[in-house]
């Protein structure tokens, strides 16, 4: 399994024009193959910041999620909100363990 974690820092103003992007993103890539979780969540006290939380089957999944229609969609949107900042990084999960 592949965990792709991080952080979106947008323009606080640019959250709400945001929203149907975000929400048609998280729709598309939740109904790809290999797709396990797919959400974005507003920080409650950090204007502007967007948490990323997404799992894949494998690295193959993510990698053909990039290359699907709706990323170019989502990012063209994102580009269009104004000034960001991506902090994502990508785990391998070997093992997982429920708390």
């Not at 640019?14 to 149907?20: D, F, G, H, K, T």
């Not at 797709?35 to 507003?42: E, N, P, R």
């Not at 229609?69 to 429920?98: D, Y």
Request: hydrophobic letters at 50%.
């Amino acid at each position: 399994m592949i965990l792709v974690a991080g952080t979106l820092q947008v323009p606080p103003k640019a959250v709400e024009s945001l929203r149907p992007a975000m929400l048609a993103m998280m729709a598309a890539s939740r109904a790809e193959p290999g797709c396990i979780t797919y959400a974005y969540g507003h920080d409650l006290t950090e204007p502007g910041l967007v948490w990323v939380s997404e799992s894949w089957v494998s690295q193959e999944a993510l990698d053909a999620h990039f290359k699907m229609p709706h990323m170019a969609v989502w990012r063209a949107a994102l580009a269009a909100a104004g000034p960001f900042e991506r902090k994502l990084s990508a785990f391998e999960v070997i093992n997982q363990t429920g708390l």
